[in-house]
């Protein structure tokens, strides 16, 4: 009986009939003549330069389904997929992450929305993981080796805080903390066993935003790789990767998803640079789940259309806000009174939905706020489609001293919101009554 013919349905699209290293017989991926291509790609991957962002968020990486016409990707809720020849040949030669073998490895849900993540950052190849801090911790520790030294901003996100500070000294590592506006610190900071900087496009809960080119010319001047978290900015606010940033990471639960449904996060860069972190994500085992991949995909569609409203009621209401007798201060880029407004302007092409703000009567006062709204929802996380409302030193910035949050500049009665994308009118309404309930 003759031995079946096993069809090859994962093989990209600009490999089909050859190996994925061109025409060269290569042995081992130490082999100086092996080559890197982007990916990996669902068929051929098309090229998105000359496209604009919305159009790249609906189309890049999505697969029609041929066998049945259905428009859009599958979800492919497999754990292991049928091995022939070629996905063998693919061990031996040192390319298994462009081949389908077992979901941990990679599965057709997670290239789909792969592809799309990359073409939106303008990048060659993407990662997503089971959550944004497994993307961070798998990054950070592809990049650096067992005494490595990392600068990082003294305002991060308290779970990479909380990383950098309690895990890494365990693995024989250290980590320095500076003003991401102060870069003659961050210099200063820097030591011979310096591996990366690590940094965030806009800080939590201030929205001080970051100079990423002063920050990328101190990378080259110390050959240093640069990591940039740009959750709170996305890839429609700017392209990090463009302007020098080595990996982009983002906790894809916020924005990129933006319904509040998800937990994931991902890895954007070159192609060697992710296939560097590729492994730390199969040995910690961080792989986004086929189903969560479906959800993420299908979120990133409308991101443009998201972010514009996002930024209009984010903009209404912070120049509201500012104008009322119980605010202290009002902490958004789009305001002419943020200090980094002029900075924004030049960088961004979207201010977000993040305004953070203070009122009088400290944090006794703003729980009291809290409980008043009707509209906004007490909750962590933020980039969802309806307004998030905390305080930071309950929630995002708990894991800080009194005293950290002092230096940051987090006083007492700092309120943040994530503003959806509801009629800003509406929410206007709602922080007016909230406020007369409690003045």
Known sequence: MDKPVQKDNNIRGDEKGKSSLDETKVNWVSDLKRS????????????????????????????????????????????????????????????ARDRFIYSRYGNPSQWAVQEKLAALEGAESALVFSSGMAAISSTILA????????????????????????????????????SPRDFDAIEAAIKPETQILYFESSTNPLLKIVDIEKL?????????????????TTPLGYRALDLGVDVVVHSASKYLNGHSDLIAGAAIGSRKVIDMIWPRMLNFGGSL????????????????????????????????????????????????SHP????????????????????????????????????????????????LISLPYNTSQSGYTSKMREKMGINSGCVRLSVGVEDPDDLIRDFEMAFSKIS
């Open 36 to 95: 890197r291509q982007a990916g990996p790609f669902h068929g051929t991957s098309k090229s998105w330069t000359e496209k604009s962002f919305s159009t790249i968020a609906v189309h890049a990486g999505t697969k029609d389904d041929m066998a049945t016409g259905v428009v859009g990707t599958p979800i492919y809720q497999g754990s292991t997929f049928l091995l022939g020849e070629d996905q063998y040949k693919s061990f031996e030669e040192g390319h």
């Open 143 to 178: 990049m650096v080796d067992r005494g490595a030294h990392i600068v990082a901003s003294d305002e991060l996100y308290g779970g990479t805080y909380n990383f950098l500070n309690g895990e890494l000294s365990s693995l024989g590592m250290s980590v320095s903390y500076a």
């Open 216 to 232: 990328v010319s101190i990378a080259k001047k110390y050959k240093l790789r640069l990591i940039l978290d740009a959750t709170f």
């Open 289 to 336: 789940d086929p189903h969560a991949c479906f959800l993420l995909e299908r979120g990133l569609k409308t991101l443009a259309l998201r972010m514009a409203a996002h930024e209009k009621a984010a903009t209404a209401l912070a120049i509201w806000l500012e104008k009322h007798p119980s605010v202290v201060n009002v902490f958004y880029p789009g305001l002419e």
């Open 340 to 387: 980094d407004h002029k900075l924004a302007k030049s960088l961004l092409n979207n201010m977000g939905g993040m305004v953070t703000f203070e009122i009088k009567g400290g944090d006794e006062a703003a729980l009291k706020l809290l409980n008043a709204v009707t509209l906004a929802k007490q909750a962590t996380s933020l980039g969802g489609v309806e307004t």
